[in-house]
């Protein structure tokens, strides 16, 4: 049952849905990037920090096979992720924790994964004017800077582990550095394009802690002349969104 601020929407057509807000924080094309993006194995343990609605883990979890940890800071988008996961019949795959990862103790101190669609941009306090309240957490690291991200990666990541976030294509350095920082090093990475001759708008970044030989480098145009290129309709299919019901 979804509340008077909420819709429930489709996430894969006849097989998942969602719970989100009419108004603040919505998936987007960024959480599809990153769900695809992340290499996950079956029965792999993997920590979302940052889940919102819970869009990366309802992937992650029915698509991928994996058992999450969902950790969200804000009581209202955890009950909402919660209440997606009872929806889907998921509950034996993610655990939503209400929490701040930076101080949080978690049930398993180490995982195979760590996936973040973290806050993009430094927390300004003008920034509380565009927009309303909720947004700020999940845009701009009021709560969660990218040193305390990368200090929760860290922590949280098993020796063979890897870390996947998708991230401002300008703070490119900035991530690489923070990681560095704690010895997690750049493995491979996909450059994204919102369309084509545009800049690139974001990164999806993959680190480890044995520092590869190579970085293995990608790019993707999301797309060209108004409609969604080829590279993308392959994304989504991926996922299965153009699978019939089970």
């Known amino acids: 049952m979804f509340l008077p601020a909420e819709t429930l929407e489709t996430l894969l057509p006849g097989r998942l849905k969602i719970y989100q807000k009419k108004k603040g924080v919505r998936f987007s094309t960024d959480a599809v990037l990153l769900s695809y993006f ?4 079956q029965g792999e343990r993997v920590l979302e920090i940052g889940t919102g609605s819970g869009v990366i883990a309802l992937l992650l979890a029915f698509v991928k096979g994996a058992n999450v940890t969902a950790v969200e800071i804000q009581k209202e988008y955890a009950d909402m ?15 939503v924790v209400e929490g701040d990862v930076r101080s949080l103790r978690l049930s398993s101190s180490r995982y195979d994964v760590v996936v973040s669609n973290p806050p993009f941009y430094p927390y300004q306090k003008e920034a509380r004017r565009q927009g309303d309240a909720a947004r700020i957490p999940a845009m701009r690291e009021k709560y969660l800077t ?56 974001r990164v999806l970044l993959e680190g480890v802690r044995e520092k590869p030989v190579s970085i293995e480098t990608d790019s993707l145009v999301l797309r060209s002349q108004g409609t969604e290129t080829e590279e993308m309709i392959n994304i989504y299919r991926s996922l299965g969104y153009f699978e019939e019901s089970r």
């Open 38 to 41: 992340a290499n996950v194995h």
């Open 81 to 95: 992720a919660r209440r997606s996961v009872l929806l889907n019949q998921l509950g034996e795959n993610i655990q």
């Open 146 to 201: 990218l040193e305390e991200l990368s200090e929760a990666v860290h922590r949280h990541l098993s020796v063979k582990g890897r870390v996947y976030m998708i991230y401002p294509a300008e703070r490119r350095e900035e991530w690489i550095r923070a990681m560095k920082s704690v010895n997690i090093h750049l493995k491979s990475e996909i450059v994204v394009y919102p369309q084509t001759n545009a800049s690139p708008s």
